[in-house]
Nanobody, 124 residues
Framework: QVQLEESGGGLVQAGGSLRLSCAAS????????MGWFRQAPGKERASVAS????????YYVDSVKGRFTISRDNAKNTVYLQMNSLKPEDTALYYC?????????????????WGQGTQVTVSS
């Protein structure tokens, strides 16, 4: 299993930007598709974005398309989530996730490894 550690969360005003990072260790990073999930208070954890092992394919949930960008640097064993034009409804605990395939990052039940989460709070 790969170990994951997120960073970069914080408090930002609506319309602002944040970049989340997730550093991986323990196994070959490029063997894994990577993704980000989020969980808002009172809601289930849900997929936000994912990226294929070498970055050739990406997926975004409709609510973040055009605002969020997922990327990865396999040389640094790190995946990123650039979040622009943030809205109060983006407020959540954001989790980094690793899976065997991009399809395995659509549902939390198929995720192989999780980070501990980083809080993103967007004020109106």
């Amino acid at each position: 299993q790969v170990q994951l550690e997120e960073s970069g969360g914080g408090l930002v005003q609506a319309g602002g930007s944040l970049r989340l990072s997730c550093a991986a260790s323990g196994r070959t990073f490029s063997n894994y598709a990577m993704g980000w999930f989020r969980q808002a208070p009172g809601k289930e954890r849900a997929s936000v974005a994912s990226i294929s092992p070498y970055g050739g394919a990406t997926y975004y949930v409709d609510s973040v398309k055009g605002r969020f960008t997922i990327s990865r640097d396999n040389a640094k064993n790190t995946v990123y989530l650039q979040m622009n034009s943030l809205k109060p409804e983006d407020t959540a605990l954001y989790y980094c996730a690793a899976g065997a395939y991009m399809a395995s990052l659509l549902r939390e039940s198929n995720v192989a490894s999780w980070g501990q989460g980083t809080q993103v709070t967007v004020s109106s």
